[in-house]
């Protein structure tokens, strides 16, 4: 099996503040890992860097043996759910999901193909993809930000804190979901 993620001496400094302290680990293909710590530790700020939304203070991200330190965060191929799942407000969810394909120049009539297909998988209705962030319920944003997450067929998916902010039972169905879930399977393997 061979190692999807491996993260080298990784630290960040938001100015004095080391939020990430030299976290070495690999992860293998297919395989789920979860950070576990208190507030502040540092997790929201690990999966930026993983995602390349911020650059290391120190230390080197691979993907599949490959040094992606340095590349930016449209060409890593993950996707990354926020916490707050960081829609924009003022977009349909359908071009919120097509969002990651049109940055990326895929075609129209392929975005609208890939935007129906995860629509389906992840259970958005084409009612709730004409509505905006504002008029879905909390549940409904969270399945956006998943496909917004998914449709561009990412190797790797990072999740922050993703059962924050749900119901008891939402908790419970996307705890199982998640468990459920594969990238490899939806899309085949790489
Ligand atoms: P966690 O997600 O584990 O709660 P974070 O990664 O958000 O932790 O934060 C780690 C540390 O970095 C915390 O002490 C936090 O206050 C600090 N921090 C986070 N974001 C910023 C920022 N933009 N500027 C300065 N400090 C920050
Ligand atoms: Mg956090």
Redesign the pocket.
Known sequence: MTNKIRLENLTYC??D?K?VDNITLSLHSGKFLTIL?P????????LKLIGGYLSPTKGSIFIDNIDITLTDACSRKIGMVFQNYALFPHLSARKNIAFPLEIRNHSKTECEKKIDAISELIGLTQKELERKPSELSGGQQQRVALARALVFEPHLLLLDEPLANLDRVLKTKLRNEIRKFRPYRCYGPR
């Open positions: 938001y100015s503040k939020a710590g507030s502040g530790c540092g997790k929201t700020t690990a």
